[in-house]
């Protein structure tokens, strides 16, 4: 059997190509869970990964930035920040009702100021998002 590359339709924008969360996929996301239970615990090596990165020495001593692409209801958001205390998070994604769940999912790291959400296409996101 061969593989069928997915080729974007060069006719859309970013923006519409990439909305592949829009609508029930997004809103009963949590049924992840049940199609694939390996998902958390690839998160969670996501996680244990990351936590042997050296922290930042320039723009936040002490700490180390991450920028997160695609981080939909925060699954892997939370593993990442249970991995170590001093990550920052820029976690970025262009589905609202993803970032919904994930505003209510990290509300406690929101809160503390370790994560932030961006809703924002990656792929025609500028530097500014970082200022
Ligand atoms: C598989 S889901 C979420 C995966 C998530 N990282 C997790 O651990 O559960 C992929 C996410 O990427 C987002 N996404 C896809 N294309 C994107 C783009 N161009 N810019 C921003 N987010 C995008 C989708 O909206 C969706 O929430």
């Not at 923006?15 to 949590?30: C, K, V």
């Not at 996680?47 to 320039?58: E, K």
């Not at 769940?101 to 959400?117: D, P, T, W």
């Amino acid at each position: 059997m061969t593989q069928q590359a997915f080729i974007p339709d060069p006719n859309l924008s970013t923006s519409q190509a990439e909305r592949l969360f829009s609508g029930p996929i997004g809103t009963e996301y949590q049924m992840l869970d049940l199609i694939c239970p390996a998902a958390a615990a690839m998160s969670k090596r996501v996680g244990g990964f990351v936590a042997g990165f050296p922290a930042d020495v320039r723009k936040h001593p002490g700490s180390l930035s991450v920028f997160e692409i695609g981080c939909g209801t925060g699954i892997t958001t939370l593993a990442l920040l249970q991995s170590r205390g001093d990550l920052l998070i820029l976690a970025a994604d262009n589905e609202p009702a993803m970032l919904s769940q994930a505003r209510e999912n990290l509300s406690i790291f929101i809160e503390q100021g370790r994560v932030r959400l961006i809703e924002v296409d990656a792929l025609s996101a500028t530097s500014a998002i970082f200022a």
